[in-house]
Structure formats: structure tokens, C-alpha cells
């Protein structure tokens, strides 16, 4: 599934690029990824195409596995009253990341530069970044890896170790998606891969704590939400 994730995103980044780069006749496929991946309607366009891609095959796995989409990937309503503490929690990060930004003088926005100057409608850009990028980005490590890592490690063998298993197995599915989430993060530093690492495991805890997978996707739009309304005011 990581795997898959990484090429749908080279897919959408080649394909959106042989449609939108205008001198695309006389471009290698190099090019097309590295003229491709600074140009912000390509990646905007990109960013779609993925997530369609991400849509299908989370699908085909689904159907191969013969379980229910909406239970395996917890589509289902949450309790208000733990989204409400999760969105607490959420605020205290984006506080107190923000205080330790200022702090350290980091940019963490600096890679959208280019694809603000380049693209074709800002909200093209925001639509992708804020909205499309979170649904897929959590179908993939809150839905489908999070729940089979869980199920590896929370296998009971007793009814009375049943709680116990369920957190083990959380646990271990939170550290390694979040891991694996904040690695990929590629175009940003060391310092910012670390805040994104604390970042996916809120998003964990909250699919724990809510049993559902709407709750972190609704953070992360309103994460990237809050960035990206940040990086607006800054350069406008």
C-alpha cells in the first residue's frame, strides 16, 4: 500500500503533466516529473488524480479481502464530545508548533512558494492541498494500513485480554503509519518531518479514541486549512 501510494503519486504527477505542461512534445519523462513537480496546476491536478487512483485500488483491495468498505475503514459518525476534545488537542499542537516555528525561524511552507507563483487558480491549489490530499492521505494511514497493522498485533486469545490486545495493536499501528507518514514528507527538513510525526499521531489517537476515520480526516482538513489560510495571508 505504501508502495502503491508513492507510484499513484508519480502517476498523477506524469500524467497531469503530459496534459497541462505546454513544451511537453519535446520533454523526456525526467522532465515531465521535474518541471512537472514545481508547476502548481500540475500538482494540483496531480494531487486529484492520485487520490482517484488511491480510491480504486483501496477498493480492489477491499473487495479481494470481501470486507465491508465502510467497517473496515471505520466510516461511520463520531461521538461530539470526543471531537471536540480531539480539535482541543489539535489547537495546542498548531499553538505550540507555531510558538517553536517563530522560535527556531523555520519556513516549513517554503516548498508551495513555486506552486503558488505557477499555478493557474489559488483555489485549484487550495482544493488539493487542503481538502483532496487529506481524504486520501488518511484512507491510506488512518484507513486501510492503520486497521491491518492493528489487527496484526490485537489478535486475543482470551476474552479478558481483549482491551488490552485493541491497544496494543493501536499503538503499534500509530507508531509505524506515523512513521511512515512523517518520512514521506520528503520536501521538508528534519525539524518539520518531526512536527509532522506528532502530527499523524494525534491523527492516530483520534481514530482510536473516535473509532472512526471521519474524526482525522476532518482534522487534517482543518490542519492544512489553517497552513495554508497562514501562507496566504503572508504572501498576499
Not at 101 to 107: H, I, M, P, Q, R
Request: proline share 3%; charged share 10%; with cysteine.
Amino acid at each position: 500500500m505504501v508502495a502503491a501510494f508513492f507510484l499513484s503519486q508519480l502517476v498523477g504527477v506524469y500524467l497531469a503533466g503530459k496534459w497541462l505542461l505546454p513544451t511537453v512534445k519535446t520533454m523526456t519523462v525526467g522532465d515531465v516529473f521535474v518541471f512537472g513537480g514545481s508547476n502548481g496546476t500540475v500538482v494540483s491536478v496531480s494531487i486529484v488524480i492520485s487520490c482517484l487512483l488511491i480510491l480504486l485500488l483501496s477498493a480492489l483491495i477491499l473487495r479481494l479481502k470481501s470486507a465491508d468498505v465502510f467497517q473496515y475503514l471505520a466510516f461511520k459518525p463520531f461521538s461530539l464530545a470526543v471531537g471536540m476534545q480531539m480539535l482541543g488537542l489539535l489547537i495546542l499542537f498548531m499553538v505550540g508548533s507555531q510558538v517553536l516555528t517563530y522560535a527556531l525561524d523555520k519556513s516549513p511552507l517554503v516548498f508551495v512558494d513555486p506552486l503558488y507563483h505557477s499555478v493557474s487558480s489559488v483555489w485549484l491549489l487550495v482544493f488539493a492541498m487542503v481538502i483532496v490530499a487529506p481524504i486520501y492521505e488518511e484512507l491510506v494511514f488512518r484507513g486501510i494500513l492503520w486497521t491491518a497493522i492493528a489487527e496484526q498485533f490485537s489478535t486475543p486469545k482470551h476474552l479478558k485480554r481483549r482491551s488490552l490486545n485493541r491497544a496494543r495493536g493501536a499503538l503499534a499501528a500509530s507508531m509505524i503509519t506515523s512513521a511512515i507518514f512523517a518520512v514521506m514528507h520528503l520536501q521538508y527538513g528534519i525539524y518539520e518531518i518531526g512536527t509532522i510525526m506528532v502530527l499523524a499521531l494525534i491523527f492516530c489517537y483520534a481514530r482510536f479514541k473516535s473509532g472512526s476515520l471521519v474524526l482525522p480526516m476532518l482534522l487534517h482538513i482543518l490542519n492544512n486549512g489553517a497552513a495554508m489560510w497562514q501562507y496566504l495571508s503572508q504572501v498576499s
